[in-house]
Every structure is written in C-alpha cells, then in structure tokens.
C-alpha cells in the first residue's frame, strides 16, 4: 500500500483533509511496526510512533466483538497480532465527515499457510488537538471452513 500515492488522489473538494492524511499515516506506522514486530528484540515502546497520533490517556477501542480497549490493553494486543501474524491492507476508500474517518481496507492476516481474508472498516474520531481519541472497527469475512 503506498501511501504517499493514496494521499495524492485524495479529492480535497469531497471533504478529505488533514484527518484522512493522518489515519493514513496510523495505517502506514502500523504496517512498519508490524513487520519490525519480527524482528528480533522487538518491544512494546516500539509502537511509540502511534503515539504522536493518538491521545492515550482518552483513547477507546471497539472492537468487532464490542469488546472496548483502552491504550494500554490495544498496544498489548497489537503487540501479540504483530508478532504472530502476517499483515497485509490494501486500500479500498477513505472518507472525512467532520472530526470521523471513515476507512475501509482488505486486510490479510496470515500464519503458515493460512490467511484470513477481511474487509474492514474502521472509524476513527479525532478530538479537538486532532488526535485519534476512539475507534470502532467493523469486519466482514467468510466463515471459517
């Protein structure tokens, strides 16, 4: 996913402004953190790059099960994702209505063999310092076989 190309076809006139540049900045430190994540002497503080994107002390996450993440707990289940699985996003749209994203990707996770193939989406909602304070992720995938 190149993301400076992304940014570059992003109609400002449609709404997309600085907040769809910075989840698609999220996007891309994730993707980079994931793939440090198998790198020998991996850490927690190596997420540290979120962390000029997101307010920590507010930030909520729900999850596609409704289960609600504060910072610390999300940082700790990325960190067990990261270094377990494969990851792989491949950009469908992105929208910005007011202080909400709206984001939607495939997403790839693999082990082994095995991927698992979903379409995401993901609203992001940044507070008044133009943080990211909550998400809510939204998941579409086939049963598994």
């Not at 953190?33 to 790198?39: D, F, G, L, P």
């Not at 990707?105 to 940044?126: C, K, P, W």
Request: aromatic share 12%.
């Amino acid at each position: 996913m190149n993301i400076s190309e992304i940014k570059s076809q992003l109609p400002e006139s449609v709404g997309n402004t600085e907040h769809c540049s910075r989840v698609l900045d999220y996007v891309d430190q994730f993707r980079k953190t994931v793939e440090k994540a198998k790198q020998p002497g991996f850490t927690i503080e190596d997420w540290s790059g979120f962390a000029s994107l997101v307010d920590t002390e507010n930030f909520e996450r729900v999850g596609h099960h409704c289960e609600v993440m504060r910072w610390d707990e999300y940082i700790g289940f990325v960190t067990q994702f990261a270094t377990e699985l494969k990851w792989e996003g491949t950009f469908r749209r992105v929208q910005e209505r007011g202080n909400v994203v709206y984001l939607e990707l495939t997403e790839y996770a693999s082990v082994g063999d095995h991927t698992q193939i979903a379409n995401t989406m993901t609203v992001y909602r940044f507070n008044a310092s133009g943080k990211i304070d909550h998400l809510t992720v939204y998941i579409q995938q086939a049963p598994e076989q």
